[in-house]
Protein backbone atom coordinates (compact mmCIF):
# COMPACT_ATOMS: atom_id res chain seq x y z
CA UNK A 1 0.00 0.00 0.00
CA UNK A 2 1.20 3.36 -0.95
CA UNK A 3 2.09 5.06 2.14
CA UNK A 4 1.86 9.38 1.93
CA UNK A 5 -0.50 10.48 4.33
CA UNK A 6 -1.77 14.61 4.58
CA UNK A 7 -3.35 16.06 7.09
CA UNK A 8 -5.04 19.20 6.35
CA UNK A 9 -5.91 22.22 8.98
CA UNK A 10 -4.65 24.27 12.10
CA UNK A 11 -7.02 21.50 14.35
CA UNK A 12 -5.49 18.22 12.30
CA UNK A 13 -2.10 19.04 14.31
CA UNK A 14 -3.40 17.09 17.47
CA UNK A 15 -3.06 14.20 15.22
CA UNK A 16 -0.05 14.26 14.25
CA UNK A 17 2.36 12.85 16.70
CA UNK A 18 -0.15 9.98 17.96
CA UNK A 19 -0.13 9.38 13.84
CA UNK A 20 3.50 9.34 13.45
CA UNK A 21 3.73 6.87 16.89
CA UNK A 22 1.67 4.55 15.71
CA UNK A 23 2.15 4.25 12.25
CA UNK A 24 6.13 4.37 12.43
CA UNK A 25 8.58 5.89 10.24
CA UNK A 26 7.49 3.67 7.22
CA UNK A 27 4.83 6.00 6.79
CA UNK A 28 5.32 9.87 5.28
CA UNK A 29 2.82 11.85 7.21
CA UNK A 30 2.52 15.84 6.39
CA UNK A 31 0.56 18.29 7.88
CA UNK A 32 -1.04 21.94 6.04
CA UNK A 33 -3.33 24.61 6.83
CA UNK A 34 -5.86 26.74 4.90
CA UNK A 35 -3.46 29.64 5.11
CA UNK A 36 -0.64 28.11 2.45
CA UNK A 37 -1.15 28.84 -1.02
CA UNK A 38 -3.51 26.92 -2.81
CA UNK A 39 -0.93 25.57 -5.44
CA UNK A 40 1.19 24.01 -2.68
CA UNK A 41 -2.32 22.62 -0.79
CA UNK A 42 -3.40 21.09 -4.80
CA UNK A 43 0.15 19.22 -4.99
CA UNK A 44 0.21 17.93 -1.46
CA UNK A 45 -3.28 16.85 -1.60
CA UNK A 46 -1.84 15.40 -5.44
CA UNK A 47 0.86 12.62 -3.66
CA UNK A 48 -1.26 11.62 -0.69
CA UNK A 49 -3.17 8.33 -0.64
CA UNK A 50 -5.17 9.10 3.23
CA UNK A 51 -6.49 12.26 4.12
CA UNK A 52 -7.40 13.77 7.24
CA UNK A 53 -9.12 16.93 6.99
CA UNK A 54 -10.65 19.12 10.11
CA UNK A 55 -13.79 21.21 10.29
CA UNK A 56 -12.03 24.55 9.70
CA UNK A 57 -11.11 23.34 6.21
CA UNK A 58 -14.11 21.35 4.77
CA UNK A 59 -15.82 24.22 6.27
CA UNK A 60 -13.89 26.97 4.63
CA UNK A 61 -15.93 30.17 3.45
CA UNK A 62 -14.23 29.40 -0.08
CA UNK A 63 -16.13 26.40 -1.33
CA UNK A 64 -14.17 26.09 -4.59
CA UNK A 65 -11.05 25.76 -2.59
CA UNK A 66 -12.18 22.74 -0.75
CA UNK A 67 -14.43 21.46 -4.38
CA UNK A 68 -10.66 21.91 -6.12
CA UNK A 69 -8.14 20.20 -3.13
CA UNK A 70 -10.58 17.35 -3.15
CA UNK A 71 -11.01 16.35 -6.75
CA UNK A 72 -7.22 17.14 -6.66
CA UNK A 73 -6.72 14.07 -4.87
CA UNK A 74 -6.53 11.64 -7.25
CA UNK A 75 -5.01 9.24 -5.85
CA UNK A 76 -6.74 8.95 -2.54
CA UNK A 77 -7.89 6.02 -1.04
CA UNK A 78 -9.19 6.88 1.94
CA UNK A 79 -10.64 10.07 3.58
CA UNK A 80 -11.03 10.50 7.60
CA UNK A 81 -12.84 13.05 9.14
CA UNK A 82 -12.52 13.80 12.18
CA UNK A 83 -16.23 14.89 12.91
CA UNK A 84 -19.97 13.92 11.89
CA UNK A 85 -21.16 16.54 9.53
CA UNK A 86 -20.84 15.35 6.26
CA UNK A 87 -22.74 18.08 4.32
CA UNK A 88 -19.65 19.85 2.98
CA UNK A 89 -18.20 17.37 0.54
CA UNK A 90 -19.77 15.40 -2.19
CA UNK A 91 -19.59 11.81 -3.76
CA UNK A 92 -18.83 13.09 -7.37
CA UNK A 93 -15.31 14.54 -6.07
CA UNK A 94 -13.86 11.62 -4.82
CA UNK A 95 -10.91 9.46 -6.47
CA UNK A 96 -12.60 6.28 -7.79
CA UNK A 97 -12.73 3.61 -4.94
CA UNK A 98 -11.73 6.32 -2.42
CA UNK A 99 -13.30 5.52 0.73
CA UNK A 100 -14.83 8.14 3.74
CA UNK A 101 -15.36 7.90 7.01
CA UNK A 102 -16.63 10.13 9.69
CA UNK A 103 -16.57 9.86 13.64
CA UNK A 104 -19.20 10.03 16.51
CA UNK A 105 -17.38 10.78 19.16
CA UNK A 106 -19.26 13.43 20.17
CA UNK A 107 -22.24 12.13 21.76
CA UNK A 108 -21.33 12.08 25.45
CA UNK A 109 -21.05 16.10 25.46
CA UNK A 110 -24.21 17.10 23.05
CA UNK A 111 -26.49 14.52 25.41
CA UNK A 112 -25.21 16.18 28.85
CA UNK A 113 -25.48 19.94 26.56
CA UNK A 114 -29.26 18.87 26.00
CA UNK A 115 -29.81 17.79 29.25
CA UNK A 116 -28.65 21.34 30.90
CA UNK A 117 -30.66 22.63 28.30
CA UNK A 118 -34.12 21.05 29.14
CA UNK A 119 -33.29 21.40 32.65
CA UNK A 120 -32.58 25.04 32.51
CA UNK A 121 -35.58 25.45 30.54
CA UNK A 122 -37.63 23.74 32.92
CA UNK A 123 -36.31 25.08 36.23
CA UNK A 124 -34.98 28.26 35.33
CA UNK A 125 -32.18 28.68 37.77
CA UNK A 126 -30.35 31.38 35.48
CA UNK A 127 -33.40 33.78 35.79
CA UNK A 128 -34.13 32.97 40.20
CA UNK A 129 -29.83 34.25 40.44
CA UNK A 130 -30.63 36.99 38.71
CA UNK A 131 -33.65 37.70 40.60
CA UNK A 132 -31.90 36.73 43.84
CA UNK A 133 -28.95 38.96 42.89
CA UNK A 134 -31.03 41.95 43.17
CA UNK A 135 -32.53 41.02 46.19
CA UNK A 136 -35.78 39.98 44.14
CA UNK A 137 -37.61 36.82 46.20
CA UNK A 138 -39.37 36.29 42.88
CA UNK A 139 -39.15 32.36 43.03
CA UNK A 140 -39.53 29.84 45.58
CA UNK A 141 -41.78 28.59 48.82
CA UNK A 142 -40.08 30.55 51.66
CA UNK A 143 -42.57 33.24 51.10
CA UNK A 144 -45.40 30.89 49.80
CA UNK A 145 -45.98 33.51 46.82
CA UNK A 146 -42.79 32.79 45.38
CA UNK A 147 -43.16 31.58 41.48
CA UNK A 148 -42.65 28.28 40.93
CA UNK A 149 -40.70 26.05 38.65
CA UNK A 150 -41.71 23.31 36.35
CA UNK A 151 -40.26 19.56 36.29
CA UNK A 152 -39.16 17.26 33.35
CA UNK A 153 -40.73 13.82 35.00
CA UNK A 154 -43.43 12.68 32.25
CA UNK A 155 -42.64 15.35 29.84
CA UNK A 156 -42.36 14.02 25.93
CA UNK A 157 -38.99 14.72 23.86
CA UNK A 158 -39.70 14.40 20.56
CA UNK A 159 -36.23 13.32 18.28
CA UNK A 160 -36.08 14.13 14.43
CA UNK A 161 -33.22 11.81 13.55
CA UNK A 162 -32.40 9.10 16.39
CA UNK A 163 -28.84 8.77 15.78
CA UNK A 164 -25.91 8.39 18.24
CA UNK A 165 -26.72 11.43 20.14
CA UNK A 166 -30.22 10.94 20.55
CA UNK A 167 -29.98 7.66 21.73
CA UNK A 168 -27.68 8.92 24.65
CA UNK A 169 -29.80 11.28 25.53
CA UNK A 170 -32.97 8.60 25.93
CA UNK A 171 -29.92 7.32 28.38
CA UNK A 172 -29.96 10.21 30.49
CA UNK A 173 -33.06 11.03 30.29
CA UNK A 174 -34.75 8.32 31.41
CA UNK A 175 -34.38 8.27 35.03
CA UNK A 176 -35.46 11.63 35.33
CA UNK A 177 -38.59 9.61 34.27
CA UNK A 178 -39.63 11.40 30.52
CA UNK A 179 -40.91 9.83 28.01
CA UNK A 180 -39.80 9.75 24.25
CA UNK A 181 -40.60 9.61 20.40
CA UNK A 182 -38.59 9.68 17.46
CA UNK A 183 -38.83 10.24 13.32
CA UNK A 184 -36.29 9.28 11.01
CA UNK A 185 -35.98 8.20 7.21
CA UNK A 186 -35.39 4.40 8.79
CA UNK A 187 -37.28 3.70 11.77
CA UNK A 188 -36.57 0.32 13.95
CA UNK A 189 -38.31 -0.57 16.99
CA UNK A 190 -36.93 0.46 20.48
CA UNK A 191 -38.24 -0.14 23.62
CA UNK A 192 -37.26 3.03 25.17
CA UNK A 193 -39.59 5.06 22.82
CA UNK A 194 -43.61 5.31 22.66
CA UNK A 195 -43.13 5.27 18.91
CA UNK A 196 -40.76 5.47 16.29
CA UNK A 197 -42.35 6.61 12.56
CA UNK A 198 -40.55 7.66 9.51
CA UNK A 199 -40.48 11.40 8.63
CA UNK A 200 -43.88 11.79 6.99
CA UNK A 201 -44.93 11.82 11.24
CA UNK A 202 -43.00 15.18 11.71
CA UNK A 203 -46.41 17.25 12.21
CA UNK A 204 -47.62 14.58 15.08
CA UNK A 205 -44.20 14.45 16.93
CA UNK A 206 -44.31 18.15 16.87
CA UNK A 207 -47.81 18.15 18.55
CA UNK A 208 -47.03 15.53 21.23
CA UNK A 209 -43.28 17.07 22.25
CA UNK A 210 -42.60 19.21 25.12
CA UNK A 211 -39.05 19.55 24.15
CA UNK A 212 -37.89 18.90 20.28
CA UNK A 213 -34.76 17.95 19.61
CA UNK A 214 -33.16 18.34 16.18
CA UNK A 215 -30.21 15.69 15.34
CA UNK A 216 -31.09 15.02 11.65
CA UNK A 217 -28.03 15.82 9.31
CA UNK A 218 -28.68 18.73 6.82
CA UNK A 219 -29.51 18.14 3.19
CA UNK A 220 -32.21 19.21 1.04
CA UNK A 221 -34.58 16.92 2.22
CA UNK A 222 -33.85 18.55 5.70
CA UNK A 223 -33.25 22.22 5.14
CA UNK A 224 -35.96 24.20 6.23
CA UNK A 225 -38.06 21.52 7.83
CA UNK A 226 -38.78 23.22 10.37
CA UNK A 227 -40.57 26.06 8.96
CA UNK A 228 -43.68 28.69 10.01
CA UNK A 229 -45.94 26.31 8.91
CA UNK A 230 -44.50 23.20 11.16
CA UNK A 231 -43.92 25.39 13.96
CA UNK A 232 -47.09 26.38 14.80
CA UNK A 233 -48.25 22.84 15.46
CA UNK A 234 -45.59 22.93 18.37
CA UNK A 235 -47.10 23.33 21.44
CA UNK A 236 -47.34 27.10 22.48
CA UNK A 237 -44.57 25.96 26.06
CA UNK A 238 -42.53 23.37 23.53
CA UNK A 239 -38.94 24.05 23.54
CA UNK A 240 -36.78 23.11 20.21
CA UNK A 241 -33.24 22.27 20.61
CA UNK A 242 -30.90 22.58 17.62
CA UNK A 243 -27.52 20.77 18.25
CA UNK A 244 -27.50 19.70 14.37
CA UNK A 245 -27.33 22.14 11.81
CA UNK A 246 -28.70 25.77 11.71
CA UNK A 247 -30.78 25.92 8.36
CA UNK A 248 -32.46 22.57 9.45
CA UNK A 249 -34.60 25.42 11.21
CA UNK A 250 -35.82 28.22 8.85
CA UNK A 251 -33.86 31.27 10.24
CA UNK A 252 -37.25 33.70 10.18
CA UNK A 253 -39.60 31.51 10.76
CA UNK A 254 -38.10 30.50 14.87
CA UNK A 255 -37.21 33.88 15.41
CA UNK A 256 -40.64 35.34 14.37
CA UNK A 257 -41.72 32.08 16.89
CA UNK A 258 -39.67 32.97 19.72
CA UNK A 259 -40.06 36.78 19.42
CA UNK A 260 -44.12 36.51 19.04
CA UNK A 261 -44.17 33.36 21.75
CA UNK A 262 -45.78 31.45 19.81
CA UNK A 263 -43.18 28.71 21.27
CA UNK A 264 -41.59 28.36 24.61
CA UNK A 265 -38.56 28.52 23.72
CA UNK A 266 -35.57 27.73 21.96
CA UNK A 267 -31.53 26.43 22.61
CA UNK A 268 -29.56 27.02 19.34
CA UNK A 269 -25.87 25.64 19.37
CA UNK A 270 -25.50 25.64 15.76
CA UNK A 271 -26.22 28.92 12.96
CA UNK A 272 -26.64 31.13 10.24
CA UNK A 273 -23.64 32.82 10.34
CA UNK A 274 -20.10 32.18 11.79
CA UNK A 275 -16.54 33.60 12.78
CA UNK A 276 -13.93 33.08 11.01
CA UNK A 277 -9.81 32.89 11.84
CA UNK A 278 -9.64 36.58 10.82
CA UNK A 279 -13.40 38.02 12.56
CA UNK A 280 -14.51 36.55 15.68
CA UNK A 281 -16.83 38.86 16.43
CA UNK A 282 -19.71 38.42 14.34
CA UNK A 283 -23.91 37.55 15.60
CA UNK A 284 -24.89 34.56 14.52
CA UNK A 285 -27.78 35.24 12.38
CA UNK A 286 -29.17 38.30 10.63
CA UNK A 287 -31.81 38.15 13.21
CA UNK A 288 -31.28 40.07 16.72
CA UNK A 289 -31.80 36.87 18.50
CA UNK A 290 -29.76 38.20 21.80
CA UNK A 291 -32.94 40.30 22.12
CA UNK A 292 -34.88 37.43 23.04
CA UNK A 293 -35.77 36.09 26.62
CA UNK A 294 -36.45 32.85 25.74
CA UNK A 295 -33.60 31.63 23.96
CA UNK A 296 -30.46 30.18 25.07
CA UNK A 297 -27.89 31.11 22.51
CA UNK A 298 -24.53 28.92 22.36
CA UNK A 299 -21.93 29.30 19.72
CA UNK A 300 -21.49 25.58 18.19
CA UNK A 301 -20.12 24.09 22.12
CA UNK A 302 -22.34 21.06 22.44
CA UNK A 303 -19.58 19.08 21.61
CA UNK A 304 -16.36 20.79 22.56
CA UNK A 305 -15.48 19.46 26.08
CA UNK A 306 -11.89 18.59 27.82
CA UNK A 307 -12.22 15.36 26.98
CA UNK A 308 -13.20 15.30 23.14
CA UNK A 309 -9.58 15.36 21.54
CA UNK A 310 -8.73 12.04 23.34
CA UNK A 311 -11.53 10.63 21.88
CA UNK A 312 -11.34 11.60 18.34
CA UNK A 313 -7.28 10.64 18.08
CA UNK A 314 -7.98 7.00 19.44
CA UNK A 315 -10.67 7.09 16.84
CA UNK A 316 -8.94 8.39 14.31
CA UNK A 317 -5.87 6.35 14.56
CA UNK A 318 -7.99 3.08 14.91
CA UNK A 319 -9.67 3.34 11.74
CA UNK A 320 -6.69 4.60 9.97
CA UNK A 321 -5.00 1.75 11.08
CA UNK A 322 -7.87 -0.52 10.28
CA UNK A 323 -7.86 0.46 6.71
CA UNK A 324 -4.50 -0.11 6.18
CA UNK A 325 -4.39 -3.67 7.53
CA UNK A 326 -7.82 -3.82 5.61
CA UNK A 327 -10.10 -4.35 9.01
CA UNK A 328 -13.75 -3.52 9.37
CA UNK A 329 -14.08 0.36 9.11
CA UNK A 330 -16.13 2.13 11.49
CA UNK A 331 -18.63 4.83 10.44
CA UNK A 332 -18.02 4.28 6.67
CA UNK A 333 -19.90 7.25 4.88
CA UNK A 334 -18.97 6.82 0.85
Known sequence: MDRNILIVGEYGKIFLAPLIQALGKSWVIQHCTIEQPKSELLELVSKAHILLVSAEFT?????????????????????????????????????????????????????????????EFAINMRHMDRELRQGRWTYGGSIVRGLKHGEIQHKTIGFIGFGHIAKRVTELATPFGMEFIAISRNPKVDARLKWWKDSSHLEALLIESDYVLITTPLSESTRNLINESTLQKMKPTGVIINVARGPIINEAAIYKALKNHEIGGALLDVWYQYASTDNLEIRPSKFPFHELDNVIMTPHTASWSDQLDKRRIDAVIKNIQNFINQKPLDDVVY
Open 59 to 119: YYKDRKLVEDFITAGKQLQFIQVPFSGMEWLKKEWLADGCIVCNTNQHSEPIAEFVMLGIL
